[in-house]
């Protein structure tokens, strides 16, 4: 919802949608919906990745958060954005397995091990 207003569309297509987005000046931009692939964008071009299935889901609360999180540190550990994103994944993931909005293992060696 926030890909369309962003770009007054539909976002129907969000592949299109985030090209027609990149122009208007952001840098990067990361686009979840649910189970999707989460698209994002590096300079011009547009990529798409598969969420990682989770062991023992049990609440979807907080995993964008996590998502945004893991992402956020990877690229503080000098990560490309591909790498980052996938730790991003393993920190949603990781996220899906507790009832609360935060897994209380969640730290840097469980983010690598995973």
């Given at each position: 919802?926030?890909?369309?207003?962003?770009?007054?569309?539909?976002?129907?297509?969000?592949?299109?949608?985030?090209?027609?987005l990149l122009?208007?000046?952001?840098?990067?931009?990361?686009?979840?919906?649910?189970?999707?692939?989460?698209?994002?964008?590096?300079?011009?071009?547009?990529?798409?990745?598969?969420?990682?299935?989770?062991?023992?889901?049990?609440?979807?609360?907080?995993?964008?958060?996590?998502?945004?999180?893991?992402?956020?540190?990877?690229?503080?550990?000098?990560?490309?954005?591909?790498?980052?994103?996938?730790?991003?994944?393993?920190?949603?993931?990781?996220?899906?397995?507790?009832?609360?909005?935060?897994?209380?293992?969640?730290?840097?060696?469980?983010?690598?091990?995973?």
């Amino acid at each position: 919802m926030e890909l369309a207003s962003l770009t007054e569309s539909n976002a129907d297509d969000i592949i299109l949608t985030v090209r027609k987005l990149l122009p208007s000046g952001p840098k990067h931009i990361i686009v979840t919906h649910r189970e999707n692939p989460i698209t994002y964008n590096i300079d011009k071009s547009v990529y798409q990745t598969f969420i990682y299935e989770t062991r023992h889901k049990v609440s979807s609360i907080g995993c964008g958060d996590a998502l945004l999180s893991g992402t956020l540190f990877g690229l503080l550990q000098d990560k490309s954005l591909h790498d980052a994103i996938n730790l991003g994944k393993k920190a949603a993931s990781l996220t899906m397995e507790v009832a609360t909005a935060c897994h209380p293992d969640m730290n840097p060696e469980t983010l690598q091990n995973y």
